[in-house]
């Protein structure tokens, strides 16, 4: 059972530099949402996708992009690492056909330095 | 924005006590989840509530929705050091679907033996 699988899980960049948080899921799960997780915040939400093809924005979308392919993947782009983009950040799925229960990856740890 | 408040932030309990983590909405909730995660892990799913007066149990974990008050409560029975972890509560607002959920910013529990 895979679930919900978030690539890499920890991972250092300099400022300015640019990467893709991979994340898939095997569960034929219309919905996949990215949120980060910093201390005393709780989980915010970036951006999501309804459906392949379509995607919106949410709370915290400033500094990321995603795209949405396939119904599998959902991968979130950072395009020019920040220190305040030092975060751990989980991808998320779920579908109406599953109850409503939302998977979560096991969360990808980034450090921006 | 929908806004949930967790109280409280952080818990001690002796192992066997009784304890409860209320979780209050700015707005009328639409759907409430409760997850638990334990430190540098993932978000392990618990409940999910839908209806204003529905209780759910699951082993020693009991979950109410008052829609009336906008808040959810849960409580753990008899509590064990398995129990400790951070709580977080999520609700679906009233725009959006579940791909949309918005988290407080969780309880920590601790259980001492």
């Known amino acids: ?113 | 924005s929908q806004e949930l408040e967790q109280s409280p932030q952080s818990l001690i309990v002796q192992e066997g006590k009784n304890l409860t983590i209320n979780c209050t909405s700015s707005k009328t909730l639409y759907g409430l989840y409760w997850y638990k995660q334990k430190y540098g892990e993932g978000l392990i799913f618990l409940m999910m509530l839908q209806k204003g007066g529905e209780e759910k149990s699951h082993e020693k974990i009991t979950a109410k929705l008052d829609e009336k008050k906008q808040q959810s409560s849960l409580h753990i029975t008899a509590s064990q050091p398995s129990h400790a972890g951070i709580y977080l509560c999520g609700a679906k607002g009233a725009s959006g679907g579940y791909q949309k959920v918005t988290f407080g910013t969780g309880t920590k529990l601790q259980v001492i033996p």
């Not at chain 1, 890499?8 to 994340?23: A, D, I, N, Y």
């Not at chain 1, 392949?52 to 400033?62: K, S």
């Not at chain 1, 109850?99 to 980034?110: A, C, D, R, V």
Request: hydrophobic share 30%; proline share 4%.
């Open chain 1, 1 to 113: 059972n895979a679930g919900v699988t978030q690539t890499p899980k920890f991972q250092v960049l300099k400022t300015g530099q640019s990467m893709t948080l991979q994340c898939a899921q095997d569960m034929n799960h219309e919905y996949m949402s990215w949120y980060r997780q910093d201390p005393g915040m709780g989980l915010r939400l970036i951006h999501y996708s309804v459906g392949a093809g379509i995607t919106d924005q949410g709370e915290v979308p400033n500094g990321y992009n995603v795209s949405r392919s396939t119904t599998e993947d959902f991968p979130l782009r950072l395009l020019s690492a920040a220190p305040s983009q030092t975060s751990v950040y989980f991808c998320a799925s779920s579908s109406v056909h599953s109850g409503n229960t939302i998977y979560f990856g096991e969360g990808s740890w980034l450090t921006v330095v």
